[in-house]
């Protein structure tokens, strides 16, 4: 009973916020989507990894073993995936990237500090700093059949990721003034990433449900299975190995889905997946929890 109770207060709060975002948009309610996420991913997520990082009370020697934790995974994870496509014959540009990039922001941060506290964040927002690099570079090449790697040079969570690591590296802080100001702005992320999720999924025009579930199951199992081993390898400990299947196993972000849009992929049957596998996550992330809390 009471482990049921705390899985449910872990993961009431970021389905309660995603939903209030989903009746705000079917309330007729004006959302601007892209002008939140700008907001989210340029100011307040860096502010939330950066102070994050900053105060971390996980050893440096941690952080490196998460960070090459996660890359291996993440590795593996491209690779095996990549196989499947293949082997299904499933449109590459369409179904590789979503089922290799999990919502880390949207999903993943706010269940590490529910979950774990400031220890799982500090963790979470290694992982996710990883999963963006790999996303901005291969994953973009990936959807739009191009790009640049030095894009991701220009995004100001990769920035923070750094700076971030070197404040902790070196034992620097800011000064306090400097640092409730980043850690108030750096508190918006969580909440709006969860309501602009809801708004998002409001707002798709998914296809192909049925092949969605089907796929966001595979997914989850392979992703879980993977992080699972990865962590076992590098002899994580229970919370840095809890948070790296939570990352990795997160359903399929909205940014896959924009940028399907984008670079013109089937974007109703990536928007298929979102809802599929979000749907998913009710069941799956509950059940994860239920087994490391």
């Known amino acids: 009973m009471n482990l049921a109770l705390t899985v449910i207060q872990t993961v009431a709060p970021v389905f309660i916020l995603a939903a209030v975002g989903f009746v705000w948009v079917k309330a007729g309610f004006e959302y601007r989507v892209q002008f939140v996420t700008r907001l989210a991913m340029t100011l307040s997520v860096p502010c939330l990894i950066f102070v994050a990082l900053m105060k971390s009370s996980v050893e440096p020697s941690a952080l490196t073993t998460i960070t090459l934790a996660a890359i291996v995974a993440y590795g593996a ?7 499947l496509v293949a082997l299904t014959g499933l449109d590459r540009r369409t179904f590789l990237a979503p089922l290799i990039f999990g ?11 529910f979950a774990f506290g400031e220890t799982g964040l500090g963790l979470a927002v290694v992982i996710f700093a990883v999963m963006a690099v790999w996303s901005f570079t291969f994953g973009v090449w990936l959807v739009s059949g191009g790009g640049s790697p030095l894009r991701v040079l220009k995004e100001p969570m990769v920035g923070a990721t750094l700076l971030g690591a070197l404040f902790l590296w070196q034992g620097w802080q800011t000064p306090d003034w400097v640092t409730n100001t980043l850690q108030l702005t750096g508190q918006m992320a969580i909440p709006l990433m969860l309501i602009t999720l809801g708004v998002a999924v409001a707002r798709l025009h998914p296809s192909g449900i049925a092949r969605a579930l089907v796929l966001s199951l595979v997914k989850v199992v392979l992703c879980t299975a993977i992080a ?3 962590g076992l390898v590098f002899a994580l400990d229970q919370v840095a190995l809890a948070v790296l299947v939570l990352q990795v196993a997160t359903p399929v972000a909205v940014t896959s889905y924009l940028l399907a849009e984008k670079y013109q992929a ?3 049957a990536v928007a298929g997946l979102v809802v599929a596998s979000t749907l998913l996550s009710v069941i799956t992330i509950p059940l994860t929890l239920a087994f490391f809390l």
């Open 77 to 83: 994870v491209t690779l095996v995936l990549w196989a």
């Open 103 to 113: 919502n880390t922001g949207n999903l993943g941060l706010p269940l590490a500090l």
């Open 228 to 230: 699972w081993a990865t």
């Open 266 to 268: 089937d974007a109703d």
